[in-house]
């Protein structure tokens, strides 16, 4: 069955320092992807999507990777803030699916 | 506007009571979801409305009914719940299937 995963379920980064949180899915169907933040007592508040007929994606302070060959994404969090401390979840679609499929999530924490 | 709005905030119910969830947005969506969450767990699908009409149901139990009254509104109502289903209750909207999902805040459900 299709499964979106992440490598490690915590991440603790000094603040200023870059932060990267990576996500494996299995679904070689998957054409679109969105990373999410949610912060506690929060619903998952959208920070960036790519498609799978790209491999990189940039906005402001965050930058998503794609690579499709080994199914991987990665989520880097430039000059990590306090603010950024929260869960971090990747999800993936596939028409058939008709649905986002959420990974296990990442808890980041920026320390002072 | 990107606000997908949840009613209530949190919800206290007994196993014989029946409540409803409510879920508002006026983005135009023509997707809307109902997800669930356990703590320290990613969201989990429970049904995808499409154009107002339910596509997917997540082998969902009975005592979970949705309904879809207009394009802007989407309902969950409760009945004969069980103390494990107390989660967080998400709802998101979508302007299609395979574009960026918005959540709500949720509704944290005790059952007791």
């Known amino acids: 069955g299709e499964s979106v995963g992440l490598h490690l379920p915590t991440l603790s980064v000094q603040e200023g320092d870059n932060s990267i949180i990576n996500c494996a899915y299995s679904?070689?169907?998957?054409?679109?992807f969105i990373w999410y933040k949610q912060e506690s007592g929060k619903g998952p508040q959208f920070i960036i999507d790519?498609?799978?007929?790209?491999d990189k994606r940039q906005g402001q302070r965050v930058t998503v990777l794609l690579n499709k060959t080994v199914k991987h994404l990665s989520l880097q969090i430039a000059a990590t803030q306090p603010g950024d401390s929260a869960v971090y979840f990747c999800?993936?679609?596939?028409?058939?699916?008709?649905?986002?499929?959420f990974g296990p999530g990442t808890r980041l924490s920026v320390l002072p | 506007d990107t606000e997908v709005t949840q009613t209530p905030k949190h919800l206290v119910m007994g196993m014989t009571n029946k409540k409803s969830l409510k879920c508002e947005q006026h983005?135009?969506?023509?997707?809307m979801y109902w997800y669930k969450q356990k703590a320290k767990k990613p969201p989990e699908l429970m049904f995808v409305?499409?154009?107002?009409?339910?596509?997917i149901n997540e082998s969902v139990p009975s005592r979970f009914s949705p309904e879809c009254p207009n394009s802007s509104l989407l309902n969950l109502h409760l009945h004969a719940l069980q103390p494990e289903d107390s989660a967080l209750y998400l709802c998101?909207?979508?302007?299609?299937?395979?574009?960026?999902?918005?959540f709500g805040q949720g509704t944290r459900l005790t059952v007791v």
């Open positions: 983005m135009g969506h023509r997707a």
């Open positions: 998101a909207s979508s302007p299609m299937g395979n574009t960026e999902a918005f």
């Open positions: 999800a993936d679609y596939t028409n058939y699916g008709q649905n986002f499929v």
């Open positions: 679904n070689s169907a998957s054409d679109y």
């Open positions: 790519i498609r799978s007929n790209m």
């Open positions: 409305y499409s154009y107002e009409k339910l596509s």
